[in-house]
């Protein structure tokens, strides 16, 4: 069974930064690409940044950068360096691992965490 559960999410003021993490347990972060996609309350899940399996980098150009994924191999863990935030960054922000398809499509993603929030405020 796989399992991802993403921490590091909080209040923080406009300019600041957070690092999110998500720990994989059931497979290993390098076997396919990972993702994060975010999602504000009335809207569809928003692509945000992917890592592939050979480590490839792409993000959304809203995040381009400002924000920056990672992996751990060693500790089986994706991370997401946000700095620079804006009011608009708030959203619960969520890790996935991909299955097929396109990379910014949300949906071609089999396995998402619970999320976690995060708050930036002036």
């Known amino acids: 069974q796989v399992q991802l559960v993403e921490s590091g999410g909080g209040l923080v003021q406009v300019g600041g930064s957070l690092r999110l993490s998500c720990a994989v347990s059931g497979r290993t972060v390098s076997s396919s690409a990972m993702g994060w996609f975010r999602r504000v309350p009335g809207k569809e899940r928003e692509f945000v940044a992917v890592?592939?399996?050979?480590?490839?980098?792409y993000y959304a150009d809203s995040v381009k950068g400002r924000f920056a994924i990672s992996r751990d191999n060693a500790k089986n863990t994706v991370y997401l360096q946000m700095n620079s935030l804006k009011p608009e960054d708030t959203a619960a922000y969520y890790c996935a691992a991909h299955s097929s398809g396109s990379y910014y499509n949300p949906n071609v993603y089999s396995t998402w965490g619970q999320g976690t929030q995060v708050t930036v405020s002036s």
């Open positions: 890592i592939t399996w050979n480590g490839y980098t």
